[in-house]
């Protein structure tokens, strides 16, 4: 394959990556259909940010946050048998369940590590001796433009952490699980190895509790966009939203078998950091996946980062003890 030129960068050498929204293929279908599938995406962000926005105290509380990302899971895994992006990637029963069991995983086991020794309990103790006076200014701001901040900070720390999964050796192996996958869909990004789902989960989003409400807007942001990461959904999706927020097709391309292409679209929200480091490649894949796509079992993904790395360290002790000079005894 020749691969299409990005930056410096040959994308799709390795396996077939479409290159340039011009070259998706678009909605088809009726006018209604294809206005749905175009304005789906902003009208939904629209409805959870006034509902965040407007809703009385009683019911703007984390609980009903919980519920809501709940209900709209539901729905966008009803879209996904109605207008599915790749028939390749229709979800089967082994698939449904295999995710759940991550998705259970997540709200069980890796919920009560977080409470002990995760990112919340170096937070709660940074706010017991910091003199939130110093930030009055932060919540004098708007309130909207307070959870745009909260947002795009935690993504930018996002960012950098999962390119970081990407070049150091240590934290790819718990990462290299979830490029496993060889299809996108709804629960897709909650399958991994629990170390990785554990550091990808650390965030300063914690420091912001005092802010309940421009807290809560700034996770509607990432469900309303991030969400959209792992769906096979296929959408017309606005110019500005592709240009501004991770798409499907931008996660595609980063889960693609091509190895360029998987070094592409860090960001879980903002795509538009990715385009400030010159990482964001617009397009799409459809192959997915590691060693050609093979799918890896839920036991491997449970051990991969330790046997590798007890692999990785036996090799290295292997080269060592090789490469020491041979001691010729003195005559």
């Given at each position: 394959?020749?691969?299409?030129?990005?930056?410096?960068?040959?994308?799709?050498?390795q396996?077939p990556?479409?290159?340039g929204?011009?070259?998706?293929?678009?909605?088809?279908?009726?006018?209604?259909?294809r206005?749905?599938?175009?304005?789906?995406q902003?009208a939904?962000?629209?409805?959870?940010i006034?509902f965040?926005?407007?809703?009385?105290?009683?019911?703007?509380?984390?609980?009903?946050?919980?519920?809501?990302?709940?209900?709209?899971?539901v729905?966008?895994l009803a879209?996904e048998?109605?207008n599915?992006?790749?028939?390749?990637?229709?979800?089967?029963?082994?698939?449904?369940?295999?995710?759940?069991?991550?998705?259970g995983?997540?709200?069980?086991?890796?919920?009560?590590?977080?409470?002990?020794i995760g990112a919340?309990?170096?937070?709660?103790a940074v706010?017991?001796?910091?003199?939130?006076?110093k930030?009055?200014w932060f919540?004098?701001?708007?309130?909207?433009?307070q959870?745009?901040l909260?947002?795009?900070?935690?993504?930018?720390g996002?960012?950098?952490m999962?390119?970081?999964?990407?070049n150091?050796?240590?934290?790819?192996?718990?990462?290299?699980?979830?490029?496993?996958i060889?299809?996108l869909?709804i629960?897709?990004?909650?399958v991994g190895n629990?170390?990785?789902?554990?550091?990808?989960?650390?965030?300063?989003?914690?420091?912001?509790?005092?802010?309940?409400?421009?807290?809560?807007?700034?996770?509607?942001?990432?469900?309303?966009?991030?969400?959209?990461?792992?769906?096979?959904?296929?959408f017309?999706?606005p110019?500005?939203w592709?240009?501004?927020?991770?798409?499907?097709?931008?996660?595609?391309?980063h889960h693609?078998?091509?190895?360029?292409?998987?070094?592409s679209?860090?960001?879980?929200?903002?795509?538009?950091?990715d385009?400030m480091?010159?990482?964001?490649?617009d397009?799409e894949?459809?192959?997915?996946?590691m060693?050609?796509?093979?799918?890896m079992?839920?036991?491997?993904?449970m051990?991969?980062?330790?046997t590798?790395?007890?692999?990785?360290?036996?090799?290295?002790?292997?080269?060592?003890?090789?490469?020491?000079?041979?001691?010729?005894?003195?005559?």
């Amino acid at each position: 394959m020749d691969g299409v030129r990005v930056g410096k960068r040959l994308i799709g050498t390795q396996s077939p990556v479409t290159v340039g929204w011009e070259n998706i293929p678009r909605v088809e279908g009726g006018p209604l259909k294809r206005a749905f599938f175009t304005w789906f995406q902003p009208a939904a962000l629209l409805a959870l940010i006034a509902f965040w926005y407007y809703a009385p105290n009683s019911i703007a509380k984390a609980s009903t946050a919980i519920g809501i990302g709940i209900a709209f899971k539901v729905l966008l895994l009803a879209l996904e048998w109605v207008n599915p992006r790749h028939e390749s990637w229709r979800l089967t029963w082994k698939e449904l369940i295999t995710d759940l069991f991550y998705v259970g995983l997540g709200y069980t086991l890796l919920s009560i590590v977080e409470h002990f020794i995760g990112a919340d309990v170096a937070i709660e103790a940074v706010q017991q001796n910091f003199n939130w006076e110093k930030i009055a200014w932060f919540m004098g701001l708007p309130l909207l433009l307070q959870a745009f901040l909260i947002s795009f900070i935690f993504d930018f720390g996002q960012y950098w952490m999962h390119r970081g999964m990407h070049n150091w050796y240590p934290l790819w192996l718990t990462h290299a699980p979830h490029h496993y996958i060889t299809q996108l869909n709804i629960n897709k990004g909650a399958v991994g190895n629990p170390v990785e789902l554990f550091l990808i989960g650390i965030g300063i989003g914690g420091f912001f509790d005092f802010l309940p409400r421009a807290a809560l807007l700034a996770g509607t942001l990432g469900l309303a966009v991030g969400t959209y990461q792992h769906i096979n959904v296929r959408f017309n999706s606005p110019r500005w939203w592709r240009f501004l927020f991770n798409t499907t097709e931008h996660h595609s391309v980063h889960h693609s078998q091509d190895y360029e292409g998987s070094r592409s679209n860090y960001s879980s929200t903002w795509i538009i950091i990715d385009r400030m480091f010159g990482t964001c490649v617009d397009g799409e894949a459809e192959l997915l996946g590691m060693e050609g796509g093979r799918r890896m079992s839920v036991g491997e993904t449970m051990t991969f980062p330790f046997t590798e790395a007890w692999k990785t360290m036996k090799a290295k002790l292997r080269r060592d003890r090789f490469d020491e000079p041979t001691i010729v005894p003195a005559e």
